[in-house]
């Protein structure tokens, strides 16, 4: 059974920092592709950072350069650096894998940015 748990989420002021944690059991992360999404209020929500079993990183263009998607392979956990935040990050954030062709999803951690 997988099971993707999020946390590191809160309250930041526009240019802070913040690092998401995914603690995952059930698939191994180095053997699997990783993500990231968002989902805004009123908004579809959006991958924005995948990092694949090989290491190759990719990130959507509105946050390249300021978030960066590890992994911690003794510790079965993906992580999502998020530097330089703007109102328009806040949003709840989903790890995310997919294993034999289903999406797994875990259950969000809230980040709001103020200005």
């Known amino acids: 059974q997988v099971q993707l748990v999020e946390s590191g989420g809160g309250l930041v002021q526009s240019g802070g920092s913040l690092r998401l944690s995914c603690a995952a059991s059930?698939?191994?992360?180095?053997?699997?592709?990783m993500g990231w999404g968002r989902q805004a209020p009123g908004k579809q929500r959006e991958l924005v950072a995948s990092?694949?079993?090989?290491?190759?990183?990719n990130y959507v263009d509105s946050v390249k350069g300021r978030f960066t998607i590890s992994r911690d392979n003794a510790k079965n956990t993906v992580y999502l650096q998020m530097n330089s935040l703007n109102v328009e990050d806040t949003a709840v954030y989903y790890c995310?894998?997919?294993?034999?062709?289903?999406?797994?999803w875990g259950q969000g951690t809230q980040v709001t940015v103020s200005s």
């Open positions: 990092i694949t079993s090989g290491g190759k990183t």
């Open positions: 995310n894998t997919v294993l034999m062709g289903y999406d797994y």
């Open positions: 059930g698939i191994v992360v180095s053997f699997s592709g």
